[in-house]
C-alpha cells in the first residue's frame, strides 16, 4: 500500500521570499516521486521527479525537492518566490503495477499563495 | 496539435442525458488515465489503460464507462450521472517500461450535471 500526505493545505508567502511545500509519504518498496502543479482552470504540469537517482531533485521554475529515506519525506522548496507561482501543487507516489503500468496516488494538494 | 487533448472543455448534461468525454494523446505513450477532481477532495483515480487493457478500475459506479479503442485515444462514456459527479474530468499519459513514468494531463473537462 502507498499513501501520500501533504501536510498543509494552504501556503502564504510574500514574493522574494524561500517556499517550502512539506510531503511525506508511505511505500511498500522504493518508490517513484513526483511533484505537479496545477494553475486555474489548468491541467497538471510535472514539476519535478524523484527515481531512485540523486536524492536532489531539480525541477522547473526553478523548484527543488530533497528525497530523504530516513524521514519518508520529499519537500518542495524554492529559493524566491515569484507571483506566477500562485498555484496549486500535488505530491504523488508511484507504484509498478500489473501490465507495466504505474498507479499513483495524490496528495489532496496544497495552495501556494503568494503576496506582492 | 501537441501534448494531451481533452474535448468538450465544458459541458452540461442532465441527469438522463448521455454523453461522453474524448481525450487523445499525441505523445506515443502506450498508458492513458481518467481522474475525477472535485472541489475539497483529493483528486481520484478513476480508470488506467496500459497497452490498450484495463489495468485499474477503483470502484467506479458504472454509469461512467470507459473506452480505449487504441493507445492514442480514450473515452469516458456518462450516462444517468448525478449532481455530484460534478466536477473536472482530467486524461491524463504515460509511456511505461522506460523508466520514465510521469504524466502529462490535458487541460480538463468541466462537467455540470443539472
Known amino acids: 500500500a502507498q499513501s501520500v500526505t501533504q501536510l498543509d493545505s494552504h501556503v502564504s508567502v510574500s514574493e522574494g521570499t524561500p517556499v517550502l511545500l512539506r510531503c511525506n509519504y508511505s511505500?511498500?518498496?522504493?518508490?517513484?516521486l513526483f511533484w505537479y502543479v496545477q494553475h486555474p482552470n489548468k491541467g497538471l504540469q510535472l514539476l519535478l521527479k524523484?527515481?531512485?537517482?540523486?536524492?536532489l531533485v531539480k525541477g522547473i521554475n526553478g523548484f527543488e525537492a530533497e528525497f530523504k529515506k530516513s524521514e519518508t519525506s520529499f519537500h518542495l522548496t524554492k529559493p524566491s518566490a515569484h507571483m506566477s507561482d500562485a498555484a496549486e501543487y500535488f505530491c504523488?507516489?508511484?507504484?509498478?503495477?500489473?501490465?507495466?503500468?504505474?498507479?499513483?496516488?495524490f496528495g489532496r494538494g496544497t495552495s501556494l499563495i503568494v503576496h506582492p | 496539435e501537441t501534448g494531451v487533448t481533452q474535448t468538450p472543455r465544458h459541458l452540461v448534461m442532465g441527469m438522463t442525458n448521455k454523453k461522453s468525454l474524448k481525450c487523445e494523446q499525441h505523445?506515443?505513450?502506450?498508458?492513458m488515465y481518467w481522474y475525477k477532481q472535485s472541489a475539497k477532495k483529493p483528486l481520484e483515480l478513476m480508470f488506467v489503460?496500459?497497452?490498450?487493457?484495463?489495468?485499474e478500475n477503483n470502484s467506479v459506479p458504472s454509469r461512467f464507462s470507459p473506452e480505449c479503442p487504441n493507445s492514442s485515444h480514450l473515452f469516458l462514456h456518462l450516462h444517468t450521472l448525478q449532481p455530484e459527479d460534478s466536477a473536472l474530468y482530467l486524461c491524463?499519459?504515460?509511456?511505461?517500461?522506460?523508466?520514465?513514468?510521469?504524466?502529462?494531463f490535458g487541460p480538463g473537462t468541466r462537467l455540470t450535471v443539472t
Open positions: 491524463a499519459s504515460s509511456q511505461t517500461g522506460t523508466g520514465s513514468v510521469e504524466q502529462y
Open positions: 511505500s511498500s518498496y522504493s518508490p517513484s
Open positions: 524523484y527515481t531512485s537517482a540523486a536524492t
Open positions: 504523488v507516489v508511484s507504484l509498478h503495477a500489473s501490465g507495466g503500468s504505474y498507479i499513483p496516488t
Open positions: 505523445l506515443g505513450h502506450n498508458a
Open positions: 489503460y496500459s497497452l490498450e487493457e484495463r489495468v
